[in-house]
């Protein structure tokens, strides 16, 4: 497959930065490199983002004050949909990531890239390490729409990208629109080769009702491995974690040990992923639930107030540090309930945020089933 | 002369009672009401606020009025109606028993685990004031996803008329079966406007009461506030809202933030740190917070730019914006109220909704947005006039 994001509108210092950054992405983890970066990168930021810079004002931190990846004052996630968060001209935005929910203000979330190099080299680094680490490639199945389908999504232009660089000719996408091309699909699950199948979680229940409902079940070959990430909201009804993963095996034949969940936003170039695969690959001990994030990302869990960090293992709001995010805003305070675990994170749920709202709350009697 | 059967004097009689115990502030009703509401959502004052607010615009008259303009209306037999009830505002559980009296509908009232009271006071008040109304409502609970529960009094209804989130509303309306007539209220905001000859403290006065009655949690709190003039205006509108709601924590005290809120507060603030507008130079803030309550602040002022409202929804946060004319209309969506200080000039208009009148329910001057000149539901509702069929 081919999928060849060149437009490229950076300039010398944004190069410059990319490429120092894209070293240290593909080098050995260094606590000393990564802290200089980081300096070297708010420093960037504050200088060029100017609704970032108005931020960093108000909090009192400018770069003279910033010795480390911990002092750049993490911006709410939310905030990607009040301004526009660049460190370049919107003439120079060359790919607009759109995220599907929408803020206060009405407006959805937005993240623009001058250029799709470090990006991409961030994502494919990282799902080498913890969904391929026995393998150059593989056949991919996606229950998503490609990129030049859903040219606004960061799912899609990761999952083409994926395709481009670790899978076999035979790959392929399988979601049009909402719905899943089962005779295609169908054919596909028949593989006699060990293959990939990623998706979001509402195509996946959507696949296993149609099997249920015709009867069918298909056995992945060995080695065969489940990526799923998050994505019910407004698409299909929810099921439990647990219950898609015994579906994974009861449909797909893949065991619970080579399912992981991804979890990234459209605010991140950086996804995490549960580190069973990678474990189980490396006969360590297999943690479950335990996402793990690239040596170029740092994450810790503060209080949801005070935004201070909390003591390991204490659940609150998950912050994080992404190099990745050269063109935007490294450092991001997200709207997800975290704790910290086994060197790791575990994902518990999303911050209840604001109470419900509007006279219309209340049916919440009926909510439990609709919202969670 | 009858309506459902039932005499219309005699509905009529009834339905002005039941008004006039509500709007009796040493009635039994309105005593039971203070004792067992307050403790939760909302403060004593705060709650006499809002069951004043609730029928200030109806008295018997007005009740018998209406009563008579529903004859106009044929019904075939008295509808059985199922209200689904919002938990953060007093009004609806009041308006729809209102509305079902009015006429002659049976009515199962739906009430919410953060709002049960009033529903239930209301049954064994219309009990108490026996026929044609006693025996007609029946308050419910149940527990959130019971969809069994929701069938049950689904097929005991005719009509079902629901309060809720857009997605919630499409929820029910999908699990109905066919041919149920349904009316849904989603989520609706209101908007504040101070004109150019308004007075920045009273108009800063006004827009405090409304802010504080129901925390912004009500569709007729004003989230946005626009002031007409350049930014500094709208600063100094800011400064003069955040001394009126000082003053007006006194008279409407807040009940304590819950944990949730504290957060949500917090996350609203670092926002505002990037959607504010640049520190004045001559020294008004953008930013503004009244004391601590709870880990949350008592009351939130942010000054932005001027664009579409921003809807927080909650804990007497309030956006002030600038309005300047001969730019975009700032309003895209439809709003329920809009509060106007001072003279509501068409130019004003023209700022917030260009041409498009359908955007603006009502207007009403700021100060009294929390006092609804019309029911919601309103009668037509219960009378198959408005609602589809699913």
Redesign the interface.
Known sequence: MTFAPTADHRDEIARSLDERIARYMTGAPDDDEFERVARKLFAYQYERNAPYRAFCDRMGRRPGDVAGWRDAPPISAASFGEARLACFPAERSAFAFVSSGTTSSGRASRHELDAAALYTTSLETHYRTMVLPDAAGMRHIFLAPPFQEAPHSSLSFMLSALAARFGSRESGFFLRGDSLEMADLARALRSVEPCVVFGTAFAFVHLFDRCRMEGKRYRLPQGSRIVETGGFKGKSREVERDVLYGWFEEYLGVPRSFCVSEYGMCELGSQWYDANIADEVAGNYRREHVKVGPHWTRAIIVDPVTAEELPAGAPGLLRVYDLSNRGSVASILTGDLARTRDGGIEIIGRNPGAPPKGCSIAADAILSVTDS | MTSGGVAVDSLAAASSRFVDEWRDAGSAVRREARARLSGGLWSEPVIEQALDNAFHAWDGARVRETVQDLRAHSFPHPLRALV??????IG?ALHAALSAAMTGTRVLL?A???ESVLADIVERQWNVIGAPLAGTLQAL???????D??ARAVSEADIVI????D???E??RSRLPSGKRFKG?????SAGVVSPNADLTTAAEGAALDVCVFD?????SPQTIYVVGDASRALRFAAALDAAMEQARLRLPRTAA???????????L??A????L??ATHGLAA?LSGPDNN??PDHLIVVEPQ?????????RIAVVKPLEFGREPVLT?PI?RLGVAGTAADEIARALWGDRDELVGTCVTLGTMQQPAAL?PDPLEFTAVRSDVV
């Open positions: 689904i009830l919002p938990g953060n505002v609806p739906k919410a685990s953060t609970s149940w527990k959130g996803g019971d969809v529960a929701e629901a309060f809720g989130s997605a919630t509303l929820a029910v209220h989603g989520t609706l905001y912004q949690a009500g569709c007729m819950s944990p949730e809120e504290a957060a949500a507060s917090a996350d609203v670092r926002r740190y990037v959607t504010a640049p520190a930013i880990g949350a664009g579409p409202p921003t809807n927080h929804g909650f804990g969506k329920e919601k």
